[in-house]
């Protein structure tokens, strides 16, 4: 696929004031980081000397932080507990351009919260404060009443579903069925653990590797993950779920790209060659880039790829961050040709 740096640079120009919905998990992700240089006495660990720490945006708050970096403005709808955690969250959201404002409070379950460790630019251990359980009626009942008031001044709907107990199978249907009512289009990042016929209705999915073996139910090691394959595995989740399309993201692989009706017809996009520190939040980058550049009228396809580059800078980086427009500007400066 040819890639045109004066078309990509005039759609990140379109980027600017696009407003997506964001739905779906939310939490704050800690780091401490530090050098090793013995094991504990106490028993055969290593000691990590914090001499760092950090805390950032976490599951769909990277998403919308990725959205709100990029020039657009996200409405960030989600859940929180009633603990000093949904406060640091909410700093953390204006710090980034976000408003907590659509957030809804939880008293009966935790801020999700996730702690790593980390020596250098290797994790050494991770620890989850979090309370896994779809959420009671009230509270589901709250979201979707935001959703309703908020889906009419958006230009599209993005769904983040990390099994956190937000995404329902209702509330997604629900959610969908507003935003085609209002003729938004729903970008949905599944999860391993959900049914793909649960996502029914969505335009498009971006599912991982592992995500779209998990959906489709093809399970293939690396020596067997032929085109043919990953065909297989788009068919069977645009069947289940009736979408129009799906973008597999295959890590340094790049991604692949199916429409429903034609999965023969799937386009490759190529990542290029660059130093992965860490893949962790890439999906959430991908998915923001993609959904804006759809806001901004562009083909599937032109998407794809400007959601590509954005991808391959956040990957050289450690831990969930967000792509700048300038370090977006430089990498495709790097990587492609101005025609």
Same mark, same amino acid.
Request: glycine content about 8%; proline content about 4%.
């Given at each position: ?27 704050? =992700? ?8 013995? #094991?504990?006495?106490?028993?055969? +660990?290593? +000691?990590?000397?914090?001499? %760092?720490? =950090? ?32 406060? +640091? ?15 809804? %409070? ?10 790593? #460790? ?39 709907? +993005? ?43 969505? =335009?498009?999915? %971006? ?29 069977? #989740? ?30 490759? #996009? ?70």
């Amino acid at each position: 696929m040819n890639v045109n740096q004066n078309k990509l640079f005039s759609t990140m120009q379109n980027l600017n004031g696009k407003r997506l919905l964001v739905v779906g998990d939310v939490g704050l =992700d800690e780091y401490f980081i530090g050098p090793v240089r013995r #094991i504990s006495p106490e028993a055969p +660990v290593p +000691v990590v000397e914090v001499e %760092t720490q =950090d805390k950032r945006l976490g599951l769909a708050g990277n998403v919308a932080a990725n959205i709100s970096s990029l020039g657009g403005v996200p409405y960030l709808l989600g859940v929180v507990g009633d603990d000093s955690t949904a406060e +640091v969250l909410k700093a953390e959201l204006r710090t980034h351009g976000c408003s907590p404002e659509y957030l809804v %409070t939880d008293s009966s379950r935790p801020t999700t919260r996730k702690l790593r #460790i980390l020596a250098g630019q290797h994790h050494v251990v991770r620890a989850d404060f979090e309370r896994k359980k779809f959420l009671g009626s009230p509270i589901e009942d709250r979201i979707l009443e935001r959703a309703r008031e908020l889906i009419s001044n958006c230009d599209g709907v +993005v769904l983040q579903d990390y099994a956190k107990g937000v995404l329902s199978e209702r509330l997604i249907e629900e959610v969908i069925r507003i935003a085609h009512s209002k003729g938004k289009f729903v970008n949905l990042d599944p999860n391993r653990s959900t049914p793909a016929t649960s996502y029914k209705g969505v =335009d498009y999915l %971006t599912p991982n590797i592992e995500e779209a073996q998990a959906l489709s139910g093809i399970h293939l090691d690396d020596l067997r993950a032929t085109q043919d394959s990953i065909e297989k595995m788009a068919g069977r #989740i645009l069947l289940a779920t009736d979408a129009q399309a799906v973008v597999i993201t295959r890590g340094r692989d790049g991604m692949s790209l199916f429409r429903k009706g034609n999965v023969q017809a799937g386009a490759h #996009i190529p990542t290029f060659a660059r130093t992965v520190f860490d893949v962790t939040g890439a999906g959430d980058t991908v998915i923001a880039a993609m959904s804006l550049a759809l806001a901004a009228g562009v083909t599937l396809e032109e998407a794809c790829v400007l959601a590509n580059f954005a991808a391959g800078v956040v990957v050289g980086k450690v831990g969930c961050v967000s792509a700048s427009p300038e370090e977006l500007k430089q990498y495709i400066l790097s990587h492609s040709s101005p025609v």
